[in-house]
């Protein structure tokens, strides 16, 4: 149970977030990711959009409740 709660995002985690059909920064596709923060790269701000399994991937490598501080 722990590991497939590791594994795959709880629905509580999804409904944190909104999803929309866009481009997942990490895989490079076209599926439905939510905006997980903002990059600013020369003066210009880029929002970052991840799929499911990389927003939670990402928010469990941040160690943190949540991305969005
Ligand atoms: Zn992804």
Redesign the pocket.
Known sequence: MNALRDRNPPAEFRLRFTWTTGF????E?A?Q?AEIGTLTVDKATVTLA??????WRLERQHHRGSLLH
């Open positions: 997942c920064f990490k895989c596709e599926t990711v991840a799929c499911h399994l990389c927003a």
